[in-house]
């Protein structure tokens, strides 16, 4: 199970928002999409998702842009992966093999699905910016 790109960029982009939540500072596409090196096109159509969504929210004029819609604390990763990647409801009981085998594979695979989801519900965007900070501040040291 790999992080999608359509999810990693649209967490990168959350990300470059969540310091300027507390300012109520937007930023511009242009402005995120070059810091985090993410296609100006594509990352326009994740914003738009993820705007729908209620996770972020846009201000137009010349001073406009996208922002965070709630605080970096209160938007886990569950919440931004499951909006892009729209996670399905496990499948229908009816619908798969009743065979022991298969059975077996839908326990087992019912258990990854839960470990992921509970990883995702536990970290929010504010965990991830500070494990940024953090980890540019052992960066800074590095060079030093």
């Not at 004029?61 to 604390?73: E, H, N, Q």
């Not at 729209?86 to 470990?115: H, K, L, M």
């Not at 965990?127 to 940024?132: A, H």
Request: proline share 5%.
């Amino acid at each position: 199970m790999d992080l999608s790109s359509k999810s990693e960029y649209a967490l990168l982009a959350l990300l470059e928002l969540s310091p300027h939540y507390a300012s109520g500072e937007p930023l511009q596409i242009r402005q995120i999409a070059s810091q985090q090196n993410i296609p100006d096109r594509y990352l326009e159509q994740l914003l738009a998702t993820l705007r729908r969504a209620g996770l972020v929210k846009s201000q137009r004029g010349a001073r406009g842009g996208y922002l965070l819609a709630r605080d970096p604390w209160k938007i886990t990763l569950y919440d931004v992966v499951s909006c892009i990647e729209g996670f399905e409801p496990q499948a229908d009981p009816t619908q798969v093999s009743n065979t022991p085998e298969a059975q077996v594979i839908q326990g087992v695979w019912g258990e990854v699905r839960q470990a992921a989801e509970g990883v995702l519900q536990k970290y929010t965007l504010q965990d991830m910016v500070e494990k940024r900070n953090a980890q540019q501040q052992v960066d800074i040291m590095y060079y030093i």
